[in-house]
């Protein structure tokens, strides 16, 4: 164990970054030493961040979630190690729809009795778009405690929190629907039973479906079969949803899934032009917008690619014909990431593609992109790398956002370049919404700063600020960061 040497009564410590790339958790060796010269040393294993928001999850394999569905043989400890968490609630998954680890989607069934209880509707209502228990459920999406994951959710027809349908709720094996909810004061004989309400008509008129809360019966209660209950009384809600993968990250050692650290950034098909100017990150002193990402399976693996959203590139020609590899606007580009380049001290986080680390997209690519995605930025034209007929090349025309393969090579058109980052040499800061190089150099303290200068370099750990005063991050063997207290707190 490293050892950190204590100046002055501070206390101080060394933070192993190993798999650490600032959204990322730490495998954290510690040494804290307080006013008095006794030391106290530990080593502790935690999934803490460095700069907030920051989660490092330990990524599940294709599959995994097919194995955390339950089955009917599944009681007790057995059962409750299938649940998982999202969004502060915990949930079973009853159906696994993934194509990968991280594509496609998983529908989540509520595991207890957190959403509480209510009466479906008023009393004889049996049509669920019109009833109280769907109008609670959109609430919490639209307005309440599920708005800021709202995007991670599909929309069903039914809401992205729904109840389910009698088949949905016998597809689920029985021991999984009993989920007892306990009866409010003053309750009928039937809620004893603790049942909890599907989204259908019940057998009976004017009655609506449930599942028997302590056995998971469905329509049966106290010898009643098939049965029906009013829509007035105040039975359980246990809501489902379905869980988009592209938007999470699964950490398989807590069985939770987490946003992604720029979850706030993503682009989703509908994006509007009013939301665009929020979803712009930051990277390398220039505005871009994070338009697709390939196998983030944690905060250091994968790719990001950004797509420039302000006008800091200018304009160019084409060149003097439509093969981009020989063009001027790429050779505009190649010398950025070159020497003495605006890029050439963050080159190596960029991706090298046949195209270039700099390039401009394809016709294809930008079709791909959300409509106000092309129609936003200062441009009205802007270049694309496809050719197109005649010896002339595409670009989109902004006022529309239509992709056209007419424009004339010698035209001054907008460049609004692409890069591919890698998620093991750029981390995402949260706060300021950037992504930067892997290492944390650039915060430690110079002679020259003090006041808001100086506390700008403050990072937190542990609840209280430090100043980094050593990065050792890019050290492939032992990655590390020394942190010295920044206050007085250790007395």
Same mark, same amino acid.
């Given at each position: 164990?490293?050892? =950190? &040497?204590?100046? =002055?009564?501070? %206390? ?53 979630? &097919?194995?955390?569905? *339950? ?57 669920? @778009? ?11 999406? @639209? ?39 306990? *009866?409010? *004061? ?9 049942? /909890? ?28 079969? *098939? ?71 944690? #905060?250091?693996?994968?790719?990001? &690619? ?21 063009? &001027? ?56 790398? #496809? ?17 056209? #393969? ?59 600020? /430090?100043?980094?005063? =050593? ?13 010295? %207290? ?6």
């Amino acid at each position: 164990m490293r050892r =950190e &040497t204590i100046v =002055e009564g501070a %206390a101080g410590m060394i933070l192993d970054t190993g798999a650490f790339r600032g959204c990322g958790g730490l495998h954290m060796t510690q040494e804290a030493k307080a006013w008095s010269m006794a030391c106290l040393l530990f080593g502790i294993l935690l999934a803490l961040g460095l700069v907030p928001g920051m989660v490092q999850p330990a990524y599940a394999e294709t599959g995994a979630y &097919t194995n955390l569905v *339950p089955t009917s043989s599944e009681h007790g400890d057995a059962l409750a190690g299938k649940q998982v968490t999202f969004n502060g609630h915990r949930w079973y998954i009853i159906q696994d729809n993934s194509s990968s680890a991280m594509e496609g989607y998983v529908t989540l069934l509520a595991a207890d009795t957190s959403f509480d209880r209510r009466q479906w509707g008023v009393g004889g209502a049996t049509d669920y @778009n019109t009833s109280w228990a769907k109008s609670s459920l959109d609430g919490l999406v @639209n307005s309440s405690s599920f708005k800021y994951v709202a995007d991670t959710m599909k929309d069903t027809g039914n809401g992205k929190l729904y109840l389910l349908s009698i088949d949905e709720a016998n597809a689920v094996p029985s021991n999984v629907r009993a989920l007892q909810f306990e *009866p409010g *004061p003053w309750p009928h004989p039937f809620e004893a039973e603790g049942p /909890w309400w599907l989204r259908e008509k019940g057998p009976g008129n004017e009655t609506v479906s449930f599942v028997r809360g302590t056995t998971g019966e469905i329509n049966v209660i106290q010898g009643i079969s *098939p049965a029906g209950l009013n829509a007035s009384w105040n039975l359980g809600i246990r809501p489902a949803m379905q869980l988009d993968l592209h938007y999470v990250l699964f950490d398989f050692r807590t069985k939770t899934f987490n946003l992604k650290p720029y979850y706030d950034h993503m682009l989703t098909p509908n994006v509007s032009e009013e939301e665009l100017a929020g979803k712009q990150v930051n990277f390398n002193g220039r505005k871009w917008y994070l338009i697709d990402e390939k196998g983030v399976t944690d #905060s250091k693996h994968g790719t990001v &690619t950004l797509l420039a959203a302000d006008d800091s590139f200018g304009t160019s020609a084409f060149g003097e014909s439509d093969n981009y590899a020989s063009s &001027t606007v790429k050779s505009c580009l190649d010398a950025l990431t070159a020497t003495d380049g605006a890029f050439e001290k963050v080159a190596k986080a960029m991706v090298t593609t046949d195209n270039g680390k700099m390039y401009l997209l394809s016709k294809e690519e930008a079709e791909a992109l959300p409509a106000s995605v092309r129609k936003s930025g200062p441009h009205a034209q802007w270049w694309l790398r #496809s050719g197109g007929a005649d010896g002339k090349a595409a670009y989109v025309e902004a006022s529309s956002g239509s992709v056209n #393969s007419n424009g004339s090579v010698g035209s001054s058109y907008g460049v609004r370049p692409v890069v591919q980052l890698d998620l093991s040499e750029a981390m995402y800061v949260s706060s300021v919404k950037a992504f930067t190089l892997a290492t944390y150099t650039n915060l430690i303290p110079t002679g020259s700063e003090d006041g808001d200068a100086l506390a700008a370099k403050k990072v937190y750990f542990h609840k209280r600020p /430090w100043y980094v005063i =050593e990065d050792k991050s890019a050290d492939p063997n032992q990655p590390y960061v020394k942190l010295l %207290a920044a206050d007085t707190s250790f007395g």
